[in-house]
C-alpha cells in the first residue's frame, strides 16, 4: 500500500509570485484534504476535494485554490504570495463512506518560504 | 468558533514515566476525537482515535480517555521512552463536515533518559 506522497519537498519563493503543490492520495482513497502549518502551530484546514469537487472550505482567500484529478491526486496552487503564506503545506487521504472514513492520513508536507 | 484547546504547551517527562496531555472542546457535534504524533519537518501521523460513544480506548502504551460531559479528551502515553519524543496534537472532526479536522496547537513532548 503505497502511502501519501507530496512534492516537491521544499520551495523558496518571492512575494507575488504564485506556486503549485501536489499531492498523491494513499491507495484507494478518494478524498484529499489540504492543510497550512504555520510554524509551531496545528495545522490549519484549507479545503477539501472528493471526486474532483470541492468539498469544503476553511477561512482561507480565494487565490488558495485547487484542483483533483480522476486518479485522485491533488494540487493546491496558491496566487500572489505573501509573507505570511511560508509555512508547512499538508495534504491528508481518507476515504468516506466507511467506519473508519473520518481516518485522513497525513504526507510528509512541502515547505514553502517566501521572500 | 469551533476550537480544540490543548494543554500543557510543552512537557518534559522522565524515561519510564506517564505523559498526560489535555484536550477541550466546545462543539457538541464533534464524533471523532484523533490524536496525530508529529516528528521535526514530517508530517503528522495518525497515532490513536476515539469516538464519542466510548471512555477510553487503549492501543500499546497510549490510552485516550473521553469524558463527554466535560468536552475533554486526555492523551495519556505509559512507560514514555525517547523515541516519543515529538509534537502531539489532538484533534476533532464532525458536525456533517468530511475534511475540517481542527487542530489543538500541540504539545511539545520531550522524554529525558
Known amino acids: 500500500e503505497t502511502g501519501v506522497t507530496q512534492s516537491p519537498t521544499h520551495l523558496i519563493k518571492t512575494r507575488g509570485q504564485q506556486v503549485t503543490l501536489r499531492c498523491s492520495s494513499q491507495s484507494g482513497h478518494n478524498t484529499v484534504s489540504w492543510y497550512q502549518q504555520a510554524l509551531g502551530q496545528g495545522p490549519q484546514f484549507i479545503f477539501q476535494?472528493?471526486?474532483?469537487?470541492?468539498?469544503g472550505r476553511g477561512n482561507f482567500p480565494p487565490r488558495f485554490s485547487g484542483l483533483q484529478f480522476p486518479n485522485y491526486s491533488s494540487e493546491l496552487n496558491v496566487n500572489a504570495l505573501e509573507l505570511d503564506d511560508s509555512a508547512l503545506y499538508l495534504c491528508a487521504s481518507s476515504f468516506p463512506g466507511t467506519r473508519v472514513s473520518n481516518e485522513q492520513f497525513f504526507g510528509p508536507g512541502t515547505r514553502l518560504t517566501v521572500l | 468558533q469551533q476550537q480544540v484547546k490543548q494543554s500543557p504547551q510543552s512537557l518534559i517527562v522522565q524515561k519510564g514515566g506517564i505523559s498526560i496531555i489535555n484536550c477541550a472542546y466546545e462543539?457538541?457535534?464533534?464524533?471523532?476525537f484523533p490524536w496525530y504524533q508529529q516528528f521535526p519537518g514530517k508530517g503528522p501521523a495518525l497515532l490513536i482515535a476515539?469516538?464519542?460513544?466510548?471512555s477510553e480506548k487503549k492501543e500499546g502504551r497510549f490510552t485516550i480517555s473521553f469524558n463527554k460531559s466535560a468536552k475533554q479528551f486526555s492523551l495519556h502515553i505509559m512507560d514514555s521512552q525517547p523515541g516519543d519524543s515529538a509534537t502531539y496534537f489532538c484533534a476533532a472532526i464532525g458536525g456533517g463536515s468530511q475534511g475540517n479536522l481542527i487542530f489543538g496547537k500541540g504539545t511539545k513532548l520531550s522524554v529525558k533518559p
Open positions: 476535494y472528493y471526486r474532483e469537487e470541492e468539498n
Open positions: 476515539i469516538r464519542p460513544d466510548v
Open positions: 462543539n457538541t457535534a464533534f464524533d471523532y
